[in-house]
């Protein structure tokens, strides 16, 4: 956080990013430093998780307002949030822990989950603990972009 306090976020690179969102209790602004899990060139959409699953305050705050802004690097954007289905979550995670495999077993561990690294135990700890959210950059009203023909 305090890197992108000092303005200097760009030391992160893309690999992290400023969620800036409103609390939905409070209406007050709050941030939130996440890890990309995967970014999409074709439809400029950041993929980030909840690693400590759906009662995190930010997951909760996007649900009931999802249009934020986000800073990664020093690229700064209001981008509209969609939560994955489970199942999206499911393929998300195993596509992670595919990339990196021990963050995998760190994250799982973090919400009570041991793991025995298979592809079947990702994708059930995707689908049922570890929400996926798209960010995905406001154009065209704010629309998302349906990557499925």
């Known amino acids: 956080m305090w890197c992108y306090r000092l303005r200097c976020g760009w030391l992160l690179g893309k690999r992290f990013l400023l969620l800036n969102h409103t609390g939905r209790r409070s209406g007050l602004p709050r941030q939130t430093v996440l890890e990309v899990v995967k970014y999409d060139a074709d439809t400029d959409t950041y993929f980030v998780a909840s690693g400590f699953g759906k009662q995190s305050d930010w997951y909760r705050n996007l649900l009931k307002t999802p249009t934020v802004s986000i800073q990664v690097g020093r690229r700064c ?73």
């Not at 009570?112 to 959210?133: K, L, N």
């Open 77 to 149: 954007m209001d981008v509209v949030a969609h939560p994955m289905t489970p199942e999206e979550s499911g393929e998300a995670m195993v596509s992670y822990a595919r990339r990196y495999p021990k963050a995998a077993k760190l994250i799982c561990r973090q919400v009570g989950y041991r793991v025995d690294g298979s592809e079947e135990d990702y994708y059930t700890i995707g689908q049922e603990a570890i929400p996926f959210v798209e960010l995905q950059q406001m154009d065209h009203g704010g629309l998302r972009h349906d990557t499925v023909g």
